[in-house]
């Protein structure tokens, strides 16, 4: 399934992303919740996430841009 990332897909884009650059997981510390909130507040921000039984396999970021 494809679909737009929520607040409780932290942990699995963390998995994710730990696995495709060999990062040990991120703590989540206070900083790192404030950017997870400000991604998911801003209504140009957007993350889609691909999932395969349950699991996030993938995902895609894009930002509206605005003609000024």
Do not use: F
């Amino acid at each position: 399934m494809i679909r737009e990332v929520v607040k409780d897909d932290l942990d699995g884009l963390l998995k994710l992303y730990m696995q495709l650059h060999d990062n040990p997981m991120p703590e989540k510390t206070y900083e790192l919740m404030q950017i997870w909130d400000v991604i998911l507040q801003d209504k140009n921000h957007y993350v889609i996430v691909a999932e395969d039984n349950g699991k996030i396999v993938s995902s895609c970021k894009g930002r509206r841009l605005l003609n000024e």
